[in-house]
Antibody, heavy 118, light 107 residues
Framework: EVHLAESGGGLVQPGGSVRLSCAVS????????MHWVRQAPGKGPVWVSR????????SYADSVRGRFTISRDNAKNMMYLQMDSLSAEDTATYYCTRGLMLDYFDYWGRGSLVAVSS | EVVLTQSPATLSLSPGERATLSCRAS??????IAWYQQRPGQAPRLLIY???DRVSGVPARFSGSGSGTDFTLTISSLEPEDFGVYYCQQRGVWPFTFGGGTKVEIK
């Protein structure tokens, strides 16, 4: 059974940093593109970033490029999102998702809430 | 970026009724559209991809259609578990974007 589980969220001050982790199981992790998608309270989902199977190719939404870094460790079946220079606009639940046909999202974790506030 | 406009914002229907949800793209995305269902407190769930391909395990009452800029998700006969918010998402033009959602509520 496919399973994705995020961790590492919480309350962080403006300008601060947080690192999200995503532990996956139940599929051949190393052959899939993986994504982070976020959803602010009461709003629709927003794509944040993606990484290919071996970690050699990454993409970011304009709103996070230069501040967020996506990475993965295929030996540990883990994906990460390093988030720096956070602002209130980054407050959201962050979901780890698996890419279907690259850029649809067929499996989702339960999400990790990141709240940016002083 | 491609803007996806979903309508109506809210659809009030009774179990057994037919639901028709619309998603319009600001430029052509061929058939690179997906539909997701989100129940309160849960992550979105992929239902349909490439406009009309149903994900394994999704009931046959869900169907998708359209191409270019106009797309439709149809639920032929609503079941109680179908109420929630539905989002469309496109992968035809980078960056990938989602619509604002249609809430399907019990009348």
């Amino acid at each position: 059974e496919v399973h994705l589980a995020e961790s590492g969220g919480g309350l962080v001050q403006p300008g601060g940093s947080v690192r999200l982790s995503c532990a996956v199981s139940g599929f051949n992790f190393r052959i899939y593109w993986m994504h982070w998608v976020r959803q602010a309270p009461g709003k629709g989902p927003v794509w944040v970033s993606r990484i290919n199977g071996d970690g050699s190719s990454t993409s970011y939404a304009d709103s996070v490029r230069g501040r967020f870094t996506i990475s993965r460790d295929n030996a540990k079946n883990m994906m990460y999102l390093q988030m720096d220079s956070l602002s209130a606009e980054d407050t959201a639940t962050y979901y780890c998702t698996r890419g279907l046909m690259l850029d649809y999202f067929d499996y989702w974790g339960r999400g990790s809430l990141v709240a940016v506030s002083s | 970026e491609v803007v996806l406009t979903q309508s109506p914002a809210t659809l009030s229907l009774s179990p057994g009724e037919r639901a028709t949800l619309s998603c319009r793209a600001s430029q052509t995305i061929r058939t690179y559209i997906a539909w997701y269902q989100q129940r309160p407190g849960q992550a979105p769930r992929l239902l349909i991809y490439d406009a009309s391909d149903r994900v394994s395990g999704v009931p046959a009452r869900f169907s998708g259609s359209g191409s270019g800029t106009d797309f439709t998700l149809t639920i032929s006969s609503l079941e109680p578990e179908d109420f929630g918010v539905y989002y469309c998402q496109q992968r035809g033009v980078w960056p990938f974007t989602f619509g604002g959602g249609t809430k399907v509520e019990i009348k």
